[in-house]
């Protein structure tokens, strides 16, 4: 399957900066990577749909200003998390579709201060 | 819209005794579900799926689950309960967008294994 690397995996940030957090294919083009979201004690949720070489699509509730994602190539997809605050805190979390299921990556911890 | 439910937030075994997590899924359409576990702070990783073939799915580390359309089910067991699969298990259906196919979780049901 498909071998998906995310980083950092941990980041503490402060209040206001910006964290840009990479999700890599390693061995798989991916065309389509999604970004997902998990606060603590609780469910993942997606956050966007990242489109490689075209706008990100995002799910209802999630701000495309704040969350800012670039697809530039077919193994490399980031995700910015811009003028962080507290409530940013959370486990994010990417993933590539291959033929018949998804490959994650091993996720980003970031806590804002 | 697909969703899945599943029903048990906590269950509570002791290590040598059957795992049952039971999960409930709707679908406008047949749907691939899967079961995927994840241990502390660590990523996701993928027990088993189904995706219209076999409606008895055979996983890794001994973990299986039924497929019953009938009751819209996908409990996912084990015989015999380790201490290593004390974890959250994420009962998960897939949705295929135009772009792709996004996946749909569960709450979650964290799994206690005690000696």
């Known amino acids: 399957g498909a071998v998906v690397s995310q980083h950092p995996s941990w980041v503490i940030c402060k209040s206001g900066t910006s964290v840009k957090i990479e999700c890599r294919s390693l061995d798989f083009q991916a065309t389509t990577m999604f970004w997902y979201r998990q606060f603590p004690k609780q469910s993942l949720m997606l956050m966007a749909t990242?489109?490689?070489?075209?706008?990100?699509?995002?799910e209802q509730g999630v701000e495309k200003d704040k969350f800012l994602i670039n697809h530039a190539s077919l193994t490399l997809s980031t995700l910015t998390v811009t003028s962080a605050h507290p409530e940013d805190s959370s486990f994010y979390i990417c993933?590539?579709?291959?033929?018949?299921?998804?490959?994650f990556g091993q996720g980003t911890r970031l806590t804002v201060v | 819209a697909q969703s899945v439910t599943q029903l048990d937030s906590h269950v509570s075994v002791s290590e040598g005794t059957p795992v049952l997590l039971r999960c409930n899924y709707s679908s406008s359409y047949s749907p691939s579900l899967f079961w995927y576990v994840q241990h502390p702070n660590k990523g996701l990783q993928l027990l088993l799926k189904?995706?219209?073939?076999?409606?008895l799915v055979k996983g890794i580390n001994g973990f299986e689950a039924e497929f019953k359309k009938s009751e819209t089910s996908f409990h996912l067991t084990k015989p015999s309960a380790h201490m290593s699969d004390a974890a959250e298990y994420f009962c998960?259906?897939?949705?295929?967008?135009?772009?792709?196919?996004?996946?749909?979780f569960g709450k979650g049901t964290t799994l206690s294994v005690s000696s």
């Open positions: 993933s590539v579709e291959g033929n018949t299921e998804a490959f």
């Open positions: 189904y995706t219209s073939a076999a409606t």
């Open positions: 990242s489109n490689e070489g075209s706008k990100a699509t995002y």
């Open positions: 998960v259906v897939s949705d295929r967008n135009q772009a792709g196919t996004a996946l749909i």
